[in-house]
């Protein structure tokens, strides 16, 4: 899509155009391994979610690296309320990171992928970025948390 220190740029304006109640990332060497993913991903958040269902993200197992994050669904709404996916390259560990700290992440382990073993990105941030990036994250913490905390007194 970009040179990596734009990747999230990129995805950023992408997502501007998207127009599903979800947002999904794949790259062009990934393939969905399990049958029926968008009924079971359907029922997983009708049946199984407790929180406020317009903020979550849905971590897809990758088969050939368990610890692997970069596939994932994610609402529309997340990137409606703060305005981006990520401020950061790493746009998986950016949303993971903040959907974590207001308790929103789910590892679900019935989607299987198979896609190639992530290149680490290896460009170190002076103390400064990340001080800027810990401040960015804690921000969009606080806006999912208004729209969350929101969404629970009108239920």
Known sequence: ????????????????????????LFNDQSCMVTLHWD?????????????????????????NCAW??????????????LGHLSKHPYVHNWLCNVLAMVNSVVRVPMFEISGDVPMLW???????????LAKDQIQDVLVLLDHIEKDQLCN
């Open 39 to 63: 009924d079971l991903l359907l029922r997983m958040i009708d049946e199984g979610w407790n929180q406020c269902v317009s903020v979550c993200i849905a971590i897809m197992t990758n088969v």
């Open 1 to 24: 899509v970009s040179p990596e220190q734009d990747y999230h740029l990129s995805i950023n304006s992408l997502c501007q155009h998207a127009r599903g109640d979800w947002i999904c």
């Open 68 to 81: 692997d994050q970069r596939f994932f669904f994610i609402r529309r709404e997340v990137f409606n309320l």
């Open 122 to 132: 290896n460009e170190p941030l002076s103390v400064e970025d990340k001080l800027q």
